[in-house]
T-cell receptor, first 113, second 114 residues
Framework: EAGVTQSPTHLIKTRGQQATLRCSPISGHTSVYWYQQALGLGLQFLLWYDEGEERNRGNFPPRFSGRQFPNYSSELNVNALELEDSALYLC????????????FGPGTRLTVT | QQQVKQSPQSLIVQKGGISIINCAYENTAFDYFPWYQQFPGKGPALLIAIRPDVSEKKEGRFTISFNKSAKQFSLHIMDSQPGDSATYFCAASTSGGGADGLTFGKGTHLIIQP
């Protein structure tokens, strides 16, 4: 069974630009979570999508947004990039209501210059 | 506000020894406590998880001990092997992680010396 996949692996952007990151959950999982893993800050919850709806977001500004598609894949958009947005962005999926377990993908390394 | 405090930050253990990583939490609404293992360049992998209705859970060489009154939980790795060298994260959540996502500790960099 394929795990969570993310693309691209690496992304280099300039300050002020927009970045789009993509995630495909484990087959059958309907929930997708996004986390930011920045150096020195650890893993921080960004967003939760379930059944196509944004269900909750962490303590991040509105320029972090996303969506979930009918096939449950998800996209994270980061607008007006700042240098401190440089981090590993991780996507996780789960089957809410059946299991608490979140399974992570390999992440997208975003570098803002 | 750091809701999950993890210690130590780094740990060196001899092969065959017991590795112990501790976490403490503040939010009494947390009801799910997973541990993740992360290798360089990879995403975190779920190792083992516990809910507050049990005090201990064991899976192979990995054991979680949970103390609800002290609001603490720990990971024990028995017979530690060089392949266990990785960064370990404890985490906690309410409502199965959906409502507020997982709250992670800062991580423990574990090195198992041959």
């Amino acid at each position: 069974e394929a795990g969570v996949t993310q693309s691209p692996t690496h992304l280099i952007k300039t300050r002020g630009q927009q970045a789009t990151l993509r995630c495909s959950p484990i087959s059958g999982h309907t929930s997708v979570y996004w986390y930011q893993q920045a150096l020195g800050l650890g893993l921080q919850f960004l967003l939760w999508y379930d059944e196509g709806e944004e269900r909750n977001r962490g303590n991040f500004p509105p320029r972090f947004s996303g969506r979930q598609f009918p096939n449950y894949s998800s996209e994270l958009n980061v607008n007006a990039l700042e240098l401190e947005d440089s981090a590993l962005y991780l996507c996780a999926s789960s089957l809410v209501g059946v299991s608490y377990e979140q399974y992570f993908g390999p992440g997208t390394r975003l570098t803002v210059t | 506000q750091q809701q999950v405090k993890q210690s130590p930050q780094s740990l060196i253990v001899q092969k065959g020894g017991i590795s112990i990583i501790n976490c403490a939490y503040e939010n009494t609404a947390f009801d799910y406590f997973p541990w993740y293992q992360q290798f360089p360049g990879k995403g975190p992998a779920l190792l083992i998880a516990i809910r507050p209705d049990v005090s201990e859970k064991k899976e192979g060489r990995f054991t979680i001990s949970f103390n609800k009154s002290a609001k603490q939980f720990s990971l024990h790795i028995m017979d530690s092997q060089p392949g266990d060298s990785a960064t370990y994260f404890c985490a906690a959540s309410t409502s199965g992680g959906g409502a507020d996502g997982l709250t992670f500790g800062k991580g423990t960099h574990l090195i198992i010396q041959p």
